[in-house]
């Protein structure tokens, strides 16, 4: 079945104020509009939007009839989102599957309230994540080559007046030559722990990246504009700090960043849509001012170097294109397509531009997906069920498509749509969400 399903934006502070009633073609407002989720999460599952009588959520529905509407009989592995990204969110990293076992165990055994401040874990999945540009996004993802630290904090230090904060990043950039990962490993616990030196160093990587008469010739000014983001965004947060650790990636519309579990992370600005592991359990690393837990951050991270953040697609077909990461969780499409008898103008800045396209994509779905429409409108049609389905869905709108026969896509515009991994069969029968 062809189900359309709509949810309510998120209130996140960081949240873009116009972004998501953009896309979504609504009236902004006021307040912030930072995340838009499609799926059947507990915390906040989409609303079936046409199909019945009295309101039903998605998670409703397959629990309804989990064999018609679910996974191998249990709920989607996945979640869909669009991130409207207003300012730079939290240094996070998700646990992979033994950790957030161990984890969400060791918590329940504590009878460690679900709603705790101080509570790492609110299921016992992994949460891994893959992100793809709709405009210019910006993040911090993975670590970086540790000798670019080193430059950077010589080089914030040398533009440093001489005392206890210049001795600090000189102290900090010499730790453990010979050892990446024990010098990340230390430099994060000295960052996050809140020692007397921390806050000399924070204040002068602060000064030299809001302080438009500095010069730091060997800093990428980019890093430096990242710097002044943040410092703006968050003084005196020690996630300042460890933002320098990072690859700082830019993404261009259509360009993707997957992050594994384990990975060390935080979008800073943008619009994106992002599908992953079905879970919501978040390790901080800084830049918030929730529960930053450091033994147990130090459990979770994978502290060795990332050589690249990027994912690039795959071409399944002409118009169709599939980002792949190696879980079986999760993979996403998008198709790009074009009508040679409608106009593309007054789409906006959102609208992709004619590279790529087809008058008609064949997606085939031996699994559920979900589908949201980012520019035009696109026909979505199933001919070989008991009848013949078919649903017009415009720009912002989406769709829960059941397990069955390929849908055909077709019109003007451009969606995505996110479902299980090639590898998924058999890997959890009746698998369920906790």
Not at 43 to 64: H, M, N, Q
Not at 262 to 275: D, K, N, P, S
Not at 362 to 389: K, M, N, Q
């Amino acid at each position: 079945m062809l189900i359309f399903i709509k949810n309510v934006p998120r209130a996140y502070a960081w949240g873009s104020h116009d972004a998501l009633p953009a896309l979504l073609g609504t009236a902004p407002n006021g307040g912030p509009q930072a995340e838009l989720w499609l799926g059947a999460h507990p915390d906040d599952p989409a609303t079936v939007a046409k199909a019945t009588p009295a309101e039903c959520s998605l998670l409703d529905l397959i629990e309804s009839d989990p064999e018609r509407y679910g996974v191998d009989g249990g709920q989607l592995p996945f979640l869909l989102k669009v991130l409207a990204i207003g300012g730079p969110l939290s240094l996070q990293v998700h646990p992979d599957k033994d950790q957030a076992a161990v984890g969400y165990a060791a918590e329940e055994a504590a009878g460690v309230p679900r709603e705790a401040r101080e509570r790492n874990y609110g299921d016992a999945n992994h949460k891994p994540e893959l992100l793809v540009a709709l405009g210019e996004v910006t993040a911090l993802s993975g670590f970086r080559p540790i000798e670019a630290v080193r430059r950077d904090l010589r080089a914030i230090a040398a533009a440093t007046a001489a005392g206890p904060g210049r001795e600090a990043l000189e102290w900090a950039a010499g730790l453990h030559p010979d050892d990446a990962e024990a010098a990340r490993r230390e430099l994060m616990a000295w960052a996050l722990g809140g020692g007397d030196a921390v806050a000399p160093a924070l204040t002068s990587i602060q000064r030299v990246a809001v302080d438009p008469a500095s010069s730091v010739e060997w800093i990428d000014p980019s890093r430096l504009a990242s710097l002044r983001v943040l410092a703006e965004a968050y003084p005196e947060d020690p996630g300042i700090f460890v933002s320098l650790l990072l690859h700082l990636v830019h993404l261009d519309p259509g360009e993707a960043i997957y992050l594994g579990a384990r990975q060390l992370h935080a979008y800073m600005g943008g619009i994106a849509v992002e599908v992953m592991a079905a879970s919501d359990n978040v390790l901080r690393a800084g830049l918030t001012e929730k529960h930053v837990d450091v033994p147990e951050l130090s459990r979770i991270v994978d502290l060795t170097e990332l050589a690249e953040p990027r994912l690039a697609a795959r071409t399944v077909a002409p118009g169709l294109v599939a980002w792949e990461p190696s879980v079986p969780d999760f993979r996403l499409l998008r198709a790009r397509l074009r009508d040679p008898d409608e106009s593309e103008t007054g789409e906006g800045p959102l609208l992709a531009r004619d590279d790529g396209r087809a008058e008609q994509v064949l997606v085939d779905a031996p699994y559920p997906l979900v589908l949201i429409v980012t520019s035009g409108r696109v026909r979505v049609e199933r001919r070989d069920a008991d009848f013949d389905e078919v649903a017009s869905v415009g720009r912002g709108q989406s769709l829960y498509v059941s397990a069955g026969g390929a849908i055909e896509l077709s019109g003007c515009g451009e969606a995505y749509l996110a479902t299980v991994g090639d590898t998924w069969s058999g890997v959890s029968q009746g698998s369920t969400i906790t």
